[in-house]
């Protein structure tokens, strides 16, 4: 990608619609809508109406342009917005123009990529775009919103300044011996690592619920046939997605579908009955429903309330589980009598709301317990425990009183590690905090 080059790409997806937009961005960005209009290039942040016209000067459509000045702009260049009518062709032909007019077309995430070499944002605040647009629920937007804002940043912010302080009395100590600057003591040096141990693993332990915020809570619906579960998957969606039958069998297929419950998506898996059965079909659906279960971060298990106890052998793998009992409308079966389990009606929708509720209760309180504004990536994960690592191998090297020669190279592993989240980690950092901290006669 080269920076020198004016790129252009529509910002709004294919299809028909009242607008569609076109971002143009680079040091020609200005030039190319003088070349596409004929006219005079709007004064900045200045909404202008102009005709985009072809080679032979006929008007290929009306346009708002807007020119946004380099450097207060999403890539830090110079960028103008054409918002025209959002037709499939008069969009396309309007596309054409700008890059016959000089820009050529945009690759994937280019302009994030020049708004982050440009300094505009971090690569935390870069992926926060990509989230903010799949957001699947309300708390995966607000936490994409939070990242964007540089909440990640802040907190990797401080876990570096933590290792470069370190690090900064471990160089010097190496690098200037004959200024007698001696090093902190063995109990303020790992100190120090202790605490940015600490916040790294405050950090880990959001990735968890990153996955489930980006990917959605995994929720398989389990239990024996006839039991509701298809009823269940329903209702919760609002629209009959599933064949409801009584004859035992009729879903022998995992079904999949995505619903939001109190600003929190769920990928609903339907699952075949757990029984015994000769079928082969059945049996393959049933071995189906068992990795679903297995993989599950929310286990639905559902039983008839109105017949008797029957016990459903289950492996969690950790996964939360709520027990419900379906056809509450219904009279109940004393085997039941002492059962916490949930009562719900799929039937009459009795019960949904106390369901939704213990489904929030389960994952929300998950996310308080992180205590995190914006919750880490699978990249952010590895990255850390890198950084964790290294910071570990740092302190127990103090500890064991190794040359500091080595402790350095452990912790530049670790600021390395960290540096990876924002992008930005540099040598500089650690000289700036040297010659700030130290008296060195100069």
Same mark, same amino acid.
């Given at each position: 990608?080269?920076?020198?080059?004016?790129?252009?790409?529509?910002?709004?997806?294919?299809?028909?619609?009242?607008?569609?937009?076109?971002?143009?961005?680079?040091?020609?960005?200005?030039?190319?809508?003088?070349?596409?209009?004929?006219?005079?290039?709007?004064?900045?942040?200045?909404?202008?109406?102009?005709?985009?016209?072809?080679?032979?000067?006929?008007?290929?459509?009306?346009?708002?342009?807007?020119?946004?000045?380099?450097?207060?702009?999403?890539?830090?260049?110079?960028?103008?917005?054409?918002?025209?009518?959002?037709?499939?062709?008069?969009?396309?032909?309007?596309?054409?123009?700008?890059?016959?007019?000089?820009?050529?077309?945009?690759?994937?995430?280019?302009?994030?990529?020049?708004?982050?070499?440009?300094?505009?944002?971090?690569?935390?605040?870069?992926?926060?775009?990509?989230?903010?647009?799949?957001?699947?629920?309300?708390?995966?937007?607000?936490?994409?919103?939070?990242?964007?804002?540089?909440?990640?940043?802040?907190?990797?912010?401080?876990?570096?300044?933590?290792?470069?302080?370190?690090?900064?009395?471990?160089?010097?100590?190496?690098?200037?011996?004959?200024?007698?600057?001696?090093?902190?003591?063995?109990?303020? +040096?790992?100190?120090?690592? *202790?605490? !940015?141990?600490?916040?790294?693993? &405050? #950090?880990?332990?959001?990735?968890?619920? $990153? /996955?489930?915020?980006?990917?959605?809570?995994?929720?398989?619906?389990?239990?024996?046939?006839?039991?509701?579960?298809?009823?269940?998957?329903?209702?919760?969606?609002?629209?009959?997605?599933?064949?409801?039958?009584?004859?035992?069998?009729?879903?022998?297929?995992?079904?999949?579908?995505?619903?939001?419950?109190?600003?929190?998506?769920?990928?609903?898996?339907?699952?075949?009955?757990?029984?015994?059965?000769?079928?082969?079909?059945?049996?393959?659906?049933?071995?189906?429903?068992?990795?679903?279960?297995?993989?599950?971060?929310?286990?639905?298990?559902?039983?008839?309330?109105?017949?008797?106890?029957?016990?459903?052998?289950?492996?969690?793998?950790?996964?939360?589980?709520?027990?419900?009992?379906?056809?509450?409308? +219904?009279?109940?079966?004393? *085997?039941? !009598?002492?059962?916490?389990?949930? &009562? #719900?009606?799929?039937?009459?929708?009795? $019960? /949904?709301?106390?369901?939704?509720?213990?489904?929030?209760?389960?994952?929300?309180?998950?996310?308080?317990?992180?205590?995190?504004?914006?919750?880490?990536?699978?990249?952010?994960?590895?990255?850390?425990?890198?950084?964790?690592?290294?910071?570990?191998?740092?302190?127990?090297?103090?500890?064991?009183?190794?040359?500091?020669?080595?402790?350095?190279?452990?912790?530049?592993?670790?600021?390395?590690?960290v540096g990876a989240i924002t992008g930005r980690i540099d040598t500089e950092d650690i000289l700036d905090h040297v010659f700030s901290t130290f008296c060195l006669g100069k």
């Amino acid at each position: 990608m080269l920076n020198t080059d004016t790129i252009a790409a529509m910002a709004t997806p294919p299809g028909t619609g009242a607008l569609a937009v076109l971002r143009i961005s680079g040091p020609e960005a200005t030039k190319v809508l003088q070349r596409c209009t004929g006219g005079r290039v709007p004064e900045p942040r200045r909404a202008t109406l102009v005709r985009v016209r072809d080679a032979e000067g006929r008007v290929l459509d009306e346009a708002v342009a807007t020119w946004f000045a380099a450097p207060s702009s999403f890539t830090g260049e110079d960028v103008v917005e054409l918002s025209c009518h959002g037709g499939m062709l008069v969009s396309r032909r309007v596309l054409e123009r700008v890059l016959a007019c000089g820009a050529r077309p945009a690759e994937a995430g280019e302009f994030s990529r020049r708004a982050f070499e440009n300094g505009r944002m971090d690569l935390t605040q870069a992926e926060a775009v990509m989230d903010i647009i799949s957001a699947g629920s309300d708390l995966a937007l607000r936490a994409a919103q939070s990242q964007l804002q540089g909440a990640i940043r802040h907190r990797v912010e401080e876990i570096a300044e933590k290792l470069i302080s370190v690090t900064a009395h471990v160089e010097a100590y190496i690098d200037f011996p004959e200024e007698d600057i001696s090093p902190d003591t063995m109990q303020q +040096l790992t100190a120090g690592l *202790d605490g !940015a141990a600490e916040a790294l693993n &405050r #950090l880990l332990a959001t990735a968890d619920e $990153g /996955r489930i915020l980006r990917e959605g809570i995994r929720t398989a619906i389990i239990g024996a046939p006839n039991v509701g579960k298809s009823s269940l998957l329903n209702m919760l969606l609002g629209y009959e997605r599933a064949i409801v039958s009584n004859t035992a069998g009729t879903t022998r297929d995992t079904i999949e579908e995505s619903v939001t419950v109190g600003g929190l998506c769920l990928r609903l898996i339907d699952t075949a009955g757990l029984h015994h059965s000769e079928d082969a079909l059945e049996r393959a659906g049933m071995e189906r429903s068992r990795r679903a279960g297995a993989e599950a971060d929310l286990l639905l298990v559902v039983a008839d309330a109105s017949a008797p106890r029957a016990e459903l052998p289950l492996e969690t793998n950790g996964a939360h589980r709520l027990d419900i009992l379906n056809k509450a409308d +219904l009279q109940e079966h004393s *085997d039941w !009598a002492d059962s916490p389990a949930l &009562r #719900l009606s799929c039937r009459t929708g009795q $019960g /949904r709301e106390q369901l939704e509720k213990a489904i929030e209760s389960l994952f929300l309180h998950q996310r308080a317990e992180t205590d995190s504004p914006a919750a880490i990536n699978l990249r952010h994960r590895h990255a850390l425990q890198s950084a964790l690592e290294a910071t570990l191998r740092a302190r127990e090297a103090i500890l064991a009183g190794v040359s500091p020669e080595f402790v350095s190279v452990e912790l530049r592993e670790a600021l390395e590690g960290v540096g990876a989240i924002t992008g930005r980690i540099d040598t500089e950092d650690i000289l700036d905090h040297v010659f700030s901290t130290f008296c060195l006669g100069k």
